[in-house]
């Protein structure tokens, strides 16, 4: 009897140790496959796909303190840590266009610096156009200038005159495209189109 006593503890040890180690590598298996596939709290795959749309956060910059400039247009998208840049030249009606990414966080997975939100990219833009600099700016930590056959004028057309100290501008509207383009282990940009207010001067 002793010796039946013994063997069934021994069994029942046994059998949870064998269902601890199974929960434990089901457990891992599952953390696994969150990291790997982005669903992880807080965690980014490692290609984000960044699409802009209407309902997307956009500034645009086209005069400084000493009058009209190039167009600056900010694409802010906080969730993905990233910031789409297109910047529109106003010394003449060729409209050089150059488009540029900025991430904000490593190109890995990982969890996101606690800082990297919204009001640390929008002090970040701030500090891009304006004297007022915030020094708790987020900085990205990358940043990708897309290829020129990625950014291409559509059209434009005057619709005003203005004048400021420097002079007369004529004030065209200019509808440009961006080409999907991507940075292999980084983003994924979808194409998009949208217009802009570029300010130039009336010789």
């Known amino acids: 009897m002793k010796n039946t006593s013994t063997s069934r503890g021994t069994f029942t040890k046994t059998k949870l140790l064998w269902m601890a ?12 496959d969150a990291i790997a596939s982005g669903n992880e709290l807080n965690i980014r795959p490692r290609a984000t796909p960044l699409k802009i749309t209407d309902e997307t956060p956009t500034m645009q910059i086209r005069s400084s303190m000493i009058g009209y400039r190039d ?17 529109i030249d106003n010394k003449g009606t060729m409209f050089p266009i150059t488009a540029t990414v900025f991430l904000f966080d490593a190109n890995a997975d990982f969890l996101f610096d606690a800082n990297a939100d919204q009001e640390g990219i ?45 002079g007369q501008h004529i004030n065209y509207t200019v509808q440009f495209k961006i080409r999907s383009t991507s940075q292999k282990g ?14 130039v001067k009336k010789n």
């Open 186 to 199: 980084s983003f994924q940009l979808k194409p998009f189109k949208d217009d802009a207010s570029v300010f």
């Open 21 to 32: 180690s199974l929960w434990a590598i089901l457990t891992m298996t599952l953390n696994i």
């Open 122 to 166: 929008d002090k970040w833009i701030n500090n891009q156009h304006s004297d007022a600099l915030f020094a708790d700016a987020l900085e990205p930590t990358s940043r990708y200038t897309l290829p020129k056959n990625k950014a291409k004028i559509l059209s434009f057309s005057a619709a005003e005159t203005v004048s400021d100290s420097l």
């Open 71 to 87: 167009t600056l247009i900010f694409y802010s998208l906080p969730d993905q840590r990233a910031v789409v840049k297109i910047n």
